[in-house]
């Protein structure tokens, strides 16, 4: 009761409304389900905005930049960035001194600027349309750079604008995804969903589905949304892909997407924890699953005073 009044009955209202449950108990428990969910998706776009920044990074850095080494070089310096793209490097690079922007002394590295630029940095930097000597961006040979997990490999693929656009709207799906959860908002609550591009005069975005209106549609959503990430992933670099594919956290993510999993949450019913220390052999770890798995309960998996991860376990 303490962390329903501290969360209050009103933030707790859209999880009764949505899911059909008739009690603050069980929006409770669904709270926790997307609280969870949301940590999982936090995890896994972080880990896509670091490689997406290095990608970025190291093939403009092999065109442009004179500071720095192989790699790492000052490239922001030597293109035509839009003012909202330059003073945000001006933020890293500078400081306030009364009315004043002065330079750090001394000055950060290409590296220690490219860290402090946010996940919106990154979509917008494929406005860039000429470098400081009015010369083209070259974007398709420098895509392939960024990309090279992608099923597009020739450079007039990505010569076009329209591809530009379908790949800035996946940028901007994971951000947004990425700011919702930032933000402490619902991750189940999403409005329609768009056709991968960008809105352009006389060309608005096209509807693919309509906001979902159930758990089921939500999930299935989720879900979408999700694999979107690790196409994107897989996109930047498929060798760390296939690892975050075998990793507990994808696993998790991925058991937290199921039907199973979010009726059990529903039913308000506590992960049920198995120390595995505590088992004497594998028939007492087999009827303990067994008896979870007729519950539709999760399970919190131990190891003595060590947490190994969480399981959702479904009979056939």
Known sequence: MAR??????ARLSNYRSFFGVTDDVQALALYQWNDELSACLFRTISLVEVVLRNQFHQAFSQRYGVVGGRGSKDW????????????????????????QLVPRNPAPSPDDVVSGLTFGFWPRLLD???????KNIDWGPLLLDVLPGHRQQQATHWAKQKHRDAF?????????????????????????LMNEGRARPNKPLTVAA???STSDQALARLRLLYDRVIELLAWLSPDLADQHTRCELHLRCLGLLQPDTLRAYRRALHPAELDLAALTNLRALRKALRYAARRQQPVLLKDGHRT?????IVLP
Do not use: M
Request: charged letters at 20%; one cysteine or more.
């Open 128 to 134: 860039l349309e000429k470098d400081n000597l009015h």
């Open 4 to 9: 329903i009044q501290a969360l209050s009955h």
């Open 308 to 312: 190994l991860g969480h399981l959702t």
């Open 76 to 99: 922001y310096e030597h293109v035509a960035l839009s003012a909202i793209a330059k003073n945000k490097i001006k933020d890293i690079t500078h400081y306030k001194q009364g009315q």
């Open 168 to 192: 800035f709207a996946r940028l901007d799906l994971c951000n947004a995804l990425r700011n919702r959860v930032a933000h402490h908002e619902p991750i189940w609550k999403l409005g329609p």
């Open 210 to 212: 309509p906001a979902p």
